[in-house]
């Protein structure tokens, strides 16, 4: 499975961005996709993820803002981002969780808000 993020870029606070997650290889075998993130001097963290079955779970930082969704035909997991504040600048990860443990991840895509 290989995992190609995109979508990043500068927004002022207020303003919204798309990201989307391409995956390609032996996508039958992911069990999830998750979007992490990490900011200057902090730790990587989970800002939303969607199973193989549709469920999607979101950080209580980004509830009610950020939005995950699939769509199958194209292999692409998408996080709208609306309402973004300076805090949600980071650099954002795709991740693809597949069987026996094994975590995929794509390059990261700058995110950064402007107050």
């Known amino acids: 499975v290989q995992l190609q993020a995109s979508g990043g870029g500068l927004v002022q606070a207020g303003g919204s961005l798309r990201l989307s997650c391409v995956a390609s290889g032996s996508i039958f075998e992911i069990n999830s996709i998750n979007w992490y993130r990490q900011a200057p001097g902090k730790r990587r963290e989970l800002v939303a993820a969607?199973?193989?079955?549709?469920?999607?779970k979101y950080a209580d930082s980004v509830k009610g803002r950020f939005t995950i969704s699939r769509d199958n035909a194209e292999n692409t997991v998408y996080l709208q981002m609306n309402s973004l504040k300076p805090e949600d600048t980071a650099v954002y990860y795709c991740?693809?969780?597949?069987?026996?443990?094994?975590?995929?991840w794509g390059k990261g895509t700058l995110v950064t808000v402007s107050s």
């Open positions: 969607v199973s193989s079955g549709g469920s999607t």
């Open positions: 991740n693809a969780e597949l069987p026996f443990g094994v975590d995929v």
